[in-house]
């Protein structure tokens, strides 16, 4: 046998084993790919079933809790006959529970349907002022610390934005209630800037307690705590902060945090001026 026809063969094994091996790595290949997309299905499965069953407990609690607040309504507006002053604290008590049980309830519900995508979006051409009043009206009854003062720099909230009006005040509203939770003494700021690129940055700074550098990439995450004395005297549900940035997502936006331990901290959500995506109509012009 020639030299020629020893090479020829042995190329020809050479080839023949190269073939055998591609062919095995691309059963491998097919095979990993079947099992990213069963477990792909799986977790589709168990992200619409856990969605499904927050939605359901969700609805299901809703009943006992708008039970419980009306409840303790009648009771605090006397209408049965008065009340004593320890029996009035523990009601209040109640009812204070029970908004709190609400919230989460509700922080719940959202959360879910951002998670299935069920989450309906409503934009439409609105005034910044017109929101600012809608917050002050809101936070007026709330502010029972005589040290803490809720600023809002209406000047700065000018101009009109379309987007979904309900879900930026859903936003400032977790960031306000936060700020005038952890601060017991200064203020707490709110303020909106443009910046000038089609976007408008909303802010509330407050002087509480603030939040270490450590755990600042953990506190948009869902049911995060801070970890302080504060914390473990005024509970909270840990989903006010994560539906937030989901809700800024939603809205083509962003949300970021400053802070340092001791010094105050600054929330801030950057939404578009004009959300994209949706059809834009002309802002209504002001009647003179």
Do not use: C
């Not at 507006?77 to 919230?103: H, K, W, Y």
């Not at 309830?105 to 910044?128: C, Q, T, Y």
């Not at 934005?161 to 601060?183: G, P, V």
């Amino acid at each position: 046998m020639s030299s020629s026809t020893q090479r020829e063969e042995a190329l020809q094994t050479e080839l023949a084993a190269l073939r055998a091996e591609l062919d095995e790595t691309n059963r491998g290949v097919v095979a990993l790919y079947a099992e990213l997309d069963v477990q792909a299905e799986q977790l589709r499965r168990a992200t619409e079933l856990k969605s499904r069953f927050l939605a359901y407990m969700s609805h299901e609690f809703r009943m006992p809790i708008t039970s419980t607040l009306s409840l303790t309504r009648l009771l605090l507006d006397e209408v049965d006959g008065p009340l004593g002053p320890e029996q009035r604290r523990q009601v209040s008590f109640i009812q204070s529970t029970a908004n709190e049980f609400s919230q989460m309830v509700n922080d719940l519900l959202d959360l879910a349907k951002v998670e299935a995508g069920r989450l309906d979006i409503s934009p439409a051409w609105f005034e910044m002022v017109d929101l600012v009043t809608a917050l002050r009206g809101m936070f007026k009854p709330l502010l029972n610390n005589p040290d803490v003062t809720l600023i809002f720099e209406e000047s700065s909230f000018s101009g009109r934005l379309y987007t979904d009006d309900q879900k930026l005040s859903q936003i400032l509203r977790n960031f306000i209630s936060n700020a005038l939770k952890f601060t017991v003494k200064g203020e707490v700021r709110v303020s909106a800037v443009p910046q000038g690129d089609g976007f408008v940055t909303f802010s509330v700074s407050d002087t509480g307690i603030g939040i270490a550098r450590e755990l600042q990439p953990l506190i948009f995450q869902d049911f995060a705590q801070l970890d302080s004395p504060l914390q473990k005297r005024l509970r909270g549900t840990g989903l006010g902060l994560s539906l937030s940035k989901q809700l800024a997502q939603l809205l083509g936006g962003s949300v970021a945090l400053q802070s340092d331990r001791d010094r105050g901290s600054t929330f801030t959500v950057t939404l578009p001026v004009e959300l994209a995506g949706v059809p834009v109509p002309a802002p209504a012009r002001s009647q003179p």
